[in-house]
T-cell receptor, first 109, second 113 residues
Framework: GQNIDQPTEMTATEGAIVQINCTYQ??????LFWYQQHAGEAPTFLSY??LDGLEEKGRFSSFLSRSKGYSYLLLKELQMKDSASYLC??????????WGAGTKLIIKP | NAGVTQTPKFRVLKTGQSMTLLCAQD?????MYWYRQDPGMGLRLIHY???????AKGEVPDGYNVSRLKKQNFLLGLESAAPSQTSVYFC????????????FGDGTRLSIL
């Protein structure tokens, strides 16, 4: 079966750094996406990785290791507005997205 | 900049009733998707379309039907609503496959009593 695992909830302090991990087992691999979803709102696209390595985009970075079936999203200089759920999704061999249940990130002052 | 628009935003149905959820996108995207999101679970694909006039089943298609008569619209129908279909429904669109991100509507919160 196909499986995406992420921690259910994490807590971090404003101004700090947090790393959200995602491990996956899927039928094929055509890339990994990270989305942000604020409570009661739509998911919004953050990043896409298809090759191994780190992709940096402002305060957010995403890392991929295809051999380990592992990715992480790194958020720096945390702000209160970063309180949200972060969804990891893998595109399988049929080009369909398999979604993790999401990690709820709580930022404390 | 409308993007992806879903109507209605909220709806309460009784078991056995039918309804249609409408999704419209103004980005000229070929691909459109319907997902449901339930607590503690990842988004699950119900049906999708790779172009006008095409539809295909996703992971959880039972109890739902779809139509894509126009490129910009993707309709999701519930023929006979059941309490298990209580969920938040999201429509999304994308330019294509591969690295093209999906753009989501604001969701429809549906309760079946």
């Amino acid at each position: 079966g196909q499986n995406i695992d992420q921690p259910t909830e994490m807590t971090a302090t404003e101004g700090a750094i947090v790393q959200i991990n995602c491990t996956y087992q899927t039928s094929g691999f055509n890339g990994l996406f990270w989305y942000q979803q604020h409570a009661g709102e739509a998911p919004t696209f953050l990043s896409y990785n298809v090759l191994d390595g780190l992709e940096e985009k402002g305060r957010f970075s995403s890392f991929l290791s295809r051999s380990k079936g592992y990715s992480y999203l790194l958020l720096k200089e945390l702000q209160m507005k970063d309180s949200a759920s972060y969804l990891c999704a893998v595109m399988d061999s049929n080009y369909q997205l398999i979604w993790g249940a999401g990690t709820k990130l709580i930022i404390k002052p | 900049n409308a993007g992806v628009t879903q109507t209605p935003k909220f709806r309460v149905l009784k078991t056995g009733q039918s309804m249609t959820l409408l999704c419209a996108q103004d980005m000229n995207h070929e691909y459109m998707y319907w997902y449901r999101q339930d607590p503690g679970m990842g988004l699950r694909l119900i049906h999708y379309s790779v172009g006008e006039g095409t539809t295909a089943k996703g992971e959880v298609p039972d109890g739902y039907n779809v139509s894509r008569l126009k490129k910009q619209n993707f309709l999701l129908g519930l023929e006979s609503a059941a309490p298990s279909q209580t969920s938040v429904y999201f429509c999304a669109s994308s330019q294509g496959e591969g690295g093209q991100p999906q753009h989501f509507g604001d969701g429809t919160r549906l309760s079946i009593l």
